[in-house]
Each structure stands twice: as C-alpha cells, then as structure tokens.
C-alpha cells in the first residue's frame, strides 16, 4: 500500500472511531447538562479535567517509543510488549497516588474530591487501553482501535443514560464513566493479544529504565501541553472573581466547560492523522532529509486547509452547538466557543511542528517551548480570569497556542540541516 493510500485508509478508520466517539460524548454532555444543570456540569467539568491532567502519564510519550523499538527489532515484539504493561501498571499505581496527594491540598469541595478519587478508575482503564494502542500503531492496524472505541463509545453512553436517569449526581455519572472505559479497554487488550499473540506482564527494570530514559523528553513535552490543555478549567473554577462580574466558580466552571467541550470534540483530527503520519515521518527522515520535508510540507496544506474550514463552520455553528448540547441555560457559552474556534487553524499545525521537532530530534527545544507556554499560560490565566472571568481563559488558549508554533516554526526553520536543502 502507497504512502498516501494509508495514510488515508489509517486516518479513515481513526475517523470513524473518533466518529464514534465523539457522538457518544456528545450525548453524554447532552444527558449530563440536562441532569445536573451550569453547576452541576461545572463541577463534572473540574472533575474531568483534573484526572485528564494525569492523562499523560498513561502514555509519556512511551508509545512513541515503543513503535521505534518493535519496528527496529520485530522479533522482539512480544517481550517487549509484556514490558510495556509490567510498566504501565506500576507506573498508574504511582500517578493514583500522586494524584490524590496533590487533591489533598487543593480547594476543590467535597464532592469534587470524591468524585476525582473515584474517576481515577478511568485512568486505570485508560492506561491499558492505550498499551494496546501501541501495539495497533506498530502494526498500522488502526481498524482494531475502531473495534476497542465503539464499544467504549456504546459502554460510556449506555451507563451514563443509566446513571442520569435514575440518579441526579455527579458521582453516579462518573462511575458511569469509568464502568464505560473498562470496556473499551478490556475490548483493546483481548485485540491487542490477537495482534501480538500474548497477554502477560514482564518487569525487567532495565528495559523500562531504557524506555522511560529515551521517551523523557517526548513525555515532558506532553506533560506541559496537558497542563496547557486541562489548567485553564481548574483556575476557572477556583478563581475568586472580581465582585462585578457576579460570577462563582461552579457556574463559570459550567459555561467554560461546555464550549471547551465542543472546542475539544472538533480538534482531535490532527491528532489521528499524525497518529499515522508519525510513524511515515520517521521511514521518510531514514530516506533523506529532502523526502521528509516533502512530506510534512504536503502534510502542512491538507491540515491548514482542514482548520481554517473547521474555523469558518466553528464560528457559524456554535449557536446550534451550544442549543443542543447544553440548552438555553448556557447560552453564554456561545461567545467563549468562537473564542476557542478562532484558534482552530493553530491546534491543527501545531501538532505537525511537535512531531516533526522530534523527528529531526529538536526535543531540547521543543521542551522549552512547551515549558515556556505552560508557564505563560498558568501565569495569565491567574491573572486575567479572576478580573475578566472565564472568557479571558479562551483567549488565553488560542495565544498559547499561537506562541508554541511560532516558536515550533522558528526551531525548524533555523535548523542547519534544513537550511542546508
């Protein structure tokens, strides 16, 4: 199969999972917003997001390495992937914990923190589900995670409708999740084990000390752009706002949290496709540096073209977004999701600069920018939500966003290899 025939026909299937996905979670945020109202949601929407910002740590850029190793050396496939579980099991054992000793200190209320203990649950299945991704990734058999996310997308709506139409609590919706992503998980595992042909769990230290070493700077980078994705929701709900603004933590919390959800459901596109192009990236870079442009400029066109349409049908539609998934209640959320979409076009050529920074093994650099950015975007959103209120944590998204490819752009472009085509 040719360069671009799979890159479209991995894609495709890729598509059809996030299709899938994406309509089960929309469903989801249409029972939740229904069921437990602006505050309600706020607070869902705190929740998920502090145990989206461990979500890293399930991966850490290990995959990335992984599909490396076991394309390297094929025969050692099996090995290594009993390793990659040995690791990703102790490996969630310690976030857990890390995650609940930060909890312990922060503000969030009651209900909050029991709600973040028990939807630890999904990082578990999580951290599996995306062990045997990496097994569907070196083998470009992105039909099989179609398989795994259908049946998490079906589980998650199935238990979340149970849970909203018999219980009026968060806590009920969260169990639900974490029921849901068990499913698609288990479902993973069993197809990854038809793929590779074994389930087991290794521990050799070495190996792990190997891979963790080599994947450090990939996983620090995706450490600072999860802080940047998943802050902006915590400070918004914690923030004590200017009196003026008449505005409370759960309600703002409510509204943000919808039209980054809606923002957050349109943005996933890159990311699959680069799921694909990665691995494409690192076979043109082995023939030669002039065949590896190629490809990422080609690559470039058909994701900016993508965002700016995705830009233009953001803006139009977000009314009708907001109508359906949230209702009149959350009406305020129209404006912040055009806020959001304005920056459609740079979340999708940003993840084409990280990708191709590592390619040509700029991570020294990329990790600055990624630091840099968390840093700006900590600092501004401390700064500017509690006196303008959660609009400005819109804004201050898309300029992060705009400043890490930038600065990604000028890494690249000032590389001496590349200077030299």
């Known amino acids: 199969m040719n360069t671009p025939l799979r890159l479209t026909y991995s894609t495709a299937f890729q598509i059809l999972g996030r299709g899938a996905t994406a309509f089960s979670t929309a469903l989801v945020t249409f029972l939740v917003t229904r069921s437990l109202g602006v505050n309600g949601f706020g607070n869902f929407t705190a929740i998920l997001s502090y145990i989206t910002l461990f979500f890293v740590f399930t991966d850490f850029g290990i995959n990335a390495i992984f599909v490396r190793e076991v394309s390297n050396e094929k025969s050692k496939q099996k090995d290594y992937y009993k390793n990659l579980l040995g690791l990703r099991l102790i490996g969630i054992l310690f976030t857990a914990f890390i995650a609940i000793g930060i909890l312990a200190f ?20 999580q951290s599996f589900a995306v062990s045997a991704l990496a097994v569907f990734q070196a083998k470009i058999r992105y039909d099989q995670a179609l398989i795994s996310d259908v049946f998490g997308a079906v589980a998650n709506l199935m238990f979340v409708y149970i849970a909203t139409k018999n219980f009026s609590s968060v806590l009920a919706v969260i169990i639900a999740l974490v029921f849901g992503n068990f499913v698609r998980a288990l479902v993973a595992l069993y197809l990854a084990k038809f793929q590779i042909g074994v389930f087991a769990f290794a521990f050799n230290i070495n190996f792990w000390r190997k891979l963790i070493f080599a994947a450090l700077p990939i996983g620090l980078i995706m450490v600072f752009s999860q802080f940047n994705a998943q802050i902006d929701k915590q400070i918004v709900l914690l923030a004590t706002y200017k009196p003026s603004l008449g505005l409370t933590g759960e309600t703002s919390a409510g509204i943000y949290g919808l039209a980054y959800k809606i923002f957050e459901l349109a943005i996933v596109l890159p990311t699959y496709i680069l799921n694909v192009g990665y691995p494409l990236m ?88 990624y630091g840099f950015a968390a840093v700006f975007n900590l600092v501004a959103n401390l700064v500017f939500v509690p006196e303008i209120g959660y609009n400005a944590a819109a804004v201050i998204t898309v300029t992060t966003e705009g400043l890490i490819l930038v600065m990604s752009f000028v890494v690249i472009v000032l590389n001496k290899s590349i200077l030299k085509q």
Do not use: M, Y
């Open 106 to 125: 922060s503000d969030h209320s009651g209900v909050v923190k029991l709600g973040i203990i028990l939807g630890l649950g999904i990082l578990v299945a």
């Open 282 to 369: 690192i076979r043109k870079k082995d023939q030669g540096l002039a065949v590896l442009l190629k490809f990422a400029k080609k690559l470039a066109i058909v994701l900016v073209a993508l965002g700016g349409l995705g830009l233009v049908c953001g803006l139009v539609l977000a009314p009708v977004l907001v109508s359906i998934l949230g209702g009149s209640s959350f009406s305020d959320s129209i404006l912040t999701t055009r806020i959001l979409f304005l920056g459609f076009p740079l979340f999708f050529i940003t993840p084409l600069t990280l990708w191709l920074g590592v390619v040509l093994n700029k991570n020294k650099e990329l990790l600055f920018i």
